[in-house]
């Protein structure tokens, strides 16, 4: 079963499409990819498939009848349109060869993609073909109308051939006449791999890509060609996702890392390209988080379409983020009660009593997305969902309850009167982290949580989904104790400059965590700026007030200082938790709290991720008690040798 995107097709697709939909769906092989209707640089051709042993084929399809057809020639048809008039059209088949080259001459660009030598030196690395589809027509009309005269029998398919039910249709007839229809004459001698798959994904289709990484392209000097060898884009699921979320209200349910901040800002700059006049709201809880998303979507936004296109005006992307300041506003849920509905928390349920008896007026949303949905209450959701238009009812809520840090007693049917029944999906794949620190956070957490006993796997739903991981590795979770915490900080502020000199790690690609800023006994921010400072390591403290949250920048050159909780939804190359022996902290009642904080706090690492502590807790006794199953089993393993 090939991989479709979107999952499911358009109701209002015609019965040709959709029976077209269902067979390439089940009839071609597993790794193939089959988009419906994908906006690709200003077109929109019907079908496009690629497969690593096939290429790449651009499908036209036709509802066409032999009384649809007038006349006919290679270029234009003359047909009986739907209201029963005469109109000329485009050959099918040119439309689709038209299509074709749009999409090989965006391709072309990319030097990863095609022969830099040889025979076929300039051209793309892959086949390329084009079809046409006619669903109401079979063979034996063709050869009545003399169709086969204009069209190629190779670049096309009729009724029979896509059929399933029709006595003549073949699996294999299907794949061999897909595999026909293409104007390059060799074959793949080698599979397209995974990288080659993701830059034609990340060239055709701009919303895949992972914005945030994105640098300005700089032309090469001889040739417009763009080296993409590190490009990063959503995989098929979030693509999906971000693309078929659907109307009405929704519920995304993701393990920490599995891009769901990424998807939720992906929805809605599809959302403004769809509806530039709706009026958009992000919300979250916490305020770092919410300039992290803005960072995001202005980097998706300032983007190109085309990462070939150097006319690119400025002023047209000015315009389009004038148009983006105007309707889509992105908020933390206080803020947002204070600067756009001018209330409190304490008069919200006052609020939603005069709603409900139409005795006030507030703002009315098109759209609402709200990220980190587990950490609102249930009165905040029942507000928002008094303030969503009523026709389009296009509320996405995401979230995970491993990352709840904050006790909410909520049912979505009865807070926001929406319900989330057969409109949720759940991401089960950690693409943040690696396959070590995945295992470390996990195994953490399943240990200390009381929610250990609802982790689900991903065929059901539940309380907490437990991760997997992606395949990328890299090196274990380090765990370092010290004798006092000015010396522990000077082993993490040398480690620091010892990463950004060896491994040439960004001072901004690296966050220190705390859990409280001050004890009785010493105060943890001086000593970690005063480390810092002693090795000259440029530093930003997101946390010290509400003005250095807001003017947090993401890129800055510097190594971050952050609380756990304003580090929800943002990642770094390197993450360090200092200072873990006051974990659980003790005038916290909640361990639970502290238990879902560790976890978040760990799973915010990309690469390295390392663990710190000068005392003793309950929390760390658990790490001395890694560390010595670790000394045992290399023990063992150097007996056995």
Known sequence: MAQTVPE???????????????????????????????????????????????????????????????????????????????????????????????VVDTLKKDKNLIHTAGKYQMQLKFPYGFGAVFTRMYQKDFIAEGIYSVIDPNLCLIRDEIDPEKESFTEENLIEKITNMFVVPYRLRKNLDIYDINAIRYHLFPEVRISAEFKAPVPYQDQLLLSLHDIKAMDLHQENLAKQIGDKNRLIRGVAGSGKTLILASRAKLLLKEHPDWKILILCYNISLSQNIKQIIRHMLEEPDSLFDFTNKDEDVEDVLIQSQNNLIVRNFHEWLKFDLKINEKQIPTIIEKLEKKETILPIYDAILIDEGQDFEADWLALVSKLLNENTQSLLLVEDRAQTIYNRKRSYVKDTGLSFQGRSKILTINYRNTAQIVKFAWDFYQKHSFLKNKVISREHEGEVIAPQSTRRKGPEAAIVKADSFWKEMRIVARQIQKLHEEKKISYSDILILYRVKRTHKLNIIDTIQQSLHKEAIPNYWITENEQTKRNFELEGETVKISTIESSKGLDFQVVFIVNVDNMPFPLEEDKEREVSLLYIGMTRAKQYLCLSYSGESEFTQYFEDLKIQEKDRVELIEKQV
């Open 8 to 102: 499911t097709i358009r109701s209002t697709a015609t019965a040709g499409e959709r029976l077209l939909f269902r067979t390439l769906k089940n009839y071609l092989p597993d790794d193939y990819i089959v988009y419906y209707e994908p906006e690709i640089l200003g077109k929109r051709p019907d079908f496009v498939i690629i497969g690593p042993d096939l290429g790449l084929v651009v499908l036209e399809v036709k509802d066409y009848t032999k009384t649809t057809l007038v006349q006919i020639n290679h270029d234009d048809w003359i047909i009986v349109s739907a209201n029963g008039e005469q109109a000329m059209v485009k050959s099918p088949l040119k439309q689709a060869r038209d299509n074709m080259f749009h």
